[in-house]
């Protein structure tokens, strides 16, 4: 078995560096690259509060074949997408050699599509309720295909791979002149997964996140717009998907921002509306909760503050002692990196 420890040492030596762009899927290639050879990679962000695809990054991945395995990831014709990574029994996955089921057999005829041969995917969870993303890497069909000794090196990387995507979503961007505030705007979707028409408001925040701000991928924008529509598409027919709320870092586009849509009939064939806004208060809450770590009763203290409660009241509707809830504020202090409650507050809406 190959000695996985050199690229878990490198994962974790960049836990909390500030990458641009596709920069974060360059690294993680250039670390697994000397242990599993792959020609291209992708590796995919989810909000881990509902598993919704929320950021996400490409080497060398053809952005041709991403759209088309999009399609085949929310109409039901891919058996390891991630909509499903909290449904899956196992954590790794290998297409484009078994070709037994409908499935199987679509993914195989879409990466053979687009000249690819194999793809191996990892699954970054925490048990099989906590999703982070996707890890996807890629072998042209000339080179010798995945198995199952590549699938068990790569998913010796899981724990360091969530501890970047954790650093990444917790790290600040750099500096840069502050953000005016936007108000909700909303783009409509028709049928035909077209854009039918864009509020003003949409068009300030689209402006506003546009890869030539130099922090997004530039495959971003029609990416991610097709990501949720499609998302909210399998959401109406399948309410155990995860729903259709994307949150982005404040890293990945230089401000939080949280992109849901719903679908406008109950087929989920019709027109969806997206609405982009500002990610804060109890939106950005069970993110900003499982990025930092903080237990259960520990959110419940953030939640309670944020209302504008007394810390008198809210040990004494929490059931616990004042000390108790102080202990829990002095917990999350130091797992958020602020000093006090203002600033706590100021964090979660700025």
Same mark, same amino acid.
């Given at each position: 078995?190959?000695?996985?420890s050199r690229p878990a040492h490198c994962l974790r030596g960049a836990v909390g560096e500030r990458f641009v762009q596709d920069e974060l899927a360059e690294l993680v290639s250039?670390?697994?690259?000397?242990?599993?050879?792959?020609?291209?990679?992708?590796?995919?962000? #989810?909000? $881990? &509060?509902?598993? @919704?695809? *929320?950021?996400?990054?490409?080497? +060398?991945?053809?952005?041709?074949?991403? %759209?088309? /395995?999009?399609?085949?990831?929310?109409?039901?014709?891919?058996?390891?997408?991630?909509?499903?990574?909290?449904?899956?029994?196992?954590?790794?996955?290998?297409?484009?050699?078994?070709?037994?089921?409908?499935?199987?057999?679509?993914?195989?005829?879409?990466?053979?599509?687009?000249?690819?041969?194999?793809?191996?995917?990892?699954?970054?969870?925490?048990?099989?309720?906590?999703?982070?993303?996707?890890?996807?890497?890629?072998?042209?069909?000339?080179?010798?295909?995945?198995?199952?000794?590549?699938?068990?090196?790569?998913?010796?990387?899981?724990?360091?791979?969530?501890?970047?995507?954790?650093?990444?979503?917790? #790290?600040? $961007? &750099?500096?840069? @002149?502050? *953000?005016?505030?936007?108000?909700? +705007?909303?783009?409509?979707?028709?049928? %035909?997964? /077209?854009?039918?028409?864009?509020?003003?408001?949409?068009?300030?925040?689209?402006?506003?996140?546009?890869?030539?701000?130099?922090?997004?991928?530039?495959?971003?924008?029609?990416?991610?717009?097709?990501?949720?529509?499609?998302?909210?598409?399998?959401?109406?027919?399948?309410?155990?998907?995860?729903?259709?709320?994307?949150?982005?870092?404040?890293?990945?586009?230089?401000?939080?921002?949280?992109?849901?849509?719903?679908?406008?009939?109950?087929?989920?064939?019709?027109?969806?509306?997206?609405?982009?806004?500002?990610?804060?208060?109890?939106?950005?809450?069970?993110?900003?909760?499982?990025?930092?770590?903080?237990?259960?009763?520990?959110?419940?203290?953030?939640?309670?503050?944020?209302?504008?409660?007394?810390?008198?009241?809210?040990a004494r509707l929490m059931g616990v002692s004042l000390h108790t809830f102080n202990g829990h504020l002095k917990n999350v202090f130091r797992k958020t990196g602020v000093s006090?409650?203002?600033?706590?507050?100021?964090?979660?809406?700025?």
């Open positions: 078995m190959r000695d996985m250039r670390v697994i690259g000397p242990r599993i050879a792959h020609d291209a990679l992708r590796l995919f962000g #989810t909000n $881990p &509060a509902t598993g @919704a695809v *929320s950021y996400g990054f490409l080497h +060398g991945f053809p952005a041709t074949l991403l %759209d088309a /395995q999009l399609t085949d990831f929310y109409g039901g014709g891919d058996p390891f997408g991630p909509a499903d990574i909290t449904r899956l029994p196992t954590s790794t996955g290998i297409l484009g050699v078994d070709h037994s089921g409908a499935r199987h057999r679509q993914a195989t005829r879409t990466l053979h599509a687009h000249g690819a041969g194999s793809e191996l995917r990892l699954m970054l969870r925490e048990g099989l309720t906590r999703p982070w993303g996707l890890l996807a890497l890629l072998r042209e069909k000339s080179t010798r295909p995945f198995d199952q000794d590549d699938a068990r090196q790569l998913s010796q990387l899981t724990e360091p791979l969530i501890a970047l995507l954790r650093g990444y979503a917790t #790290t600040s $961007p &750099a500096p840069r @002149a502050p *953000s005016r505030f936007l108000p909700p +705007g909303v783009v409509l979707v028709g049928s %035909d997964d /077209q854009v039918r028409s864009i509020s003003a408001q949409a068009r300030a925040w689209l402006e506003q996140i546009h890869p030539e701000q130099g922090l997004a991928p530039r495959w971003m924008p029609e990416v991610s717009m097709r990501e949720i529509v499609l998302a909210a598409r399998r959401h109406t027919l399948d309410p155990g998907a995860p729903p259709a709320l994307a949150l982005s870092p404040a890293a990945f586009l230089g401000r939080r921002i949280a992109v849901h849509a719903q679908c406008l009939d109950e087929s989920g064939q019709g027109e969806v509306a997206v609405v982009l806004q500002e990610a804060t208060g109890a939106l950005l809450l069970p993110a900003y909760a499982a990025w930092h770590s903080l237990t259960v009763r520990e959110t419940e203290a953030v939640e309670r503050l944020c209302s504008g409660a007394t810390p008198q009241q809210i006090g409650r203002d600033e706590l507050i100021a964090s979660l809406n700025y």
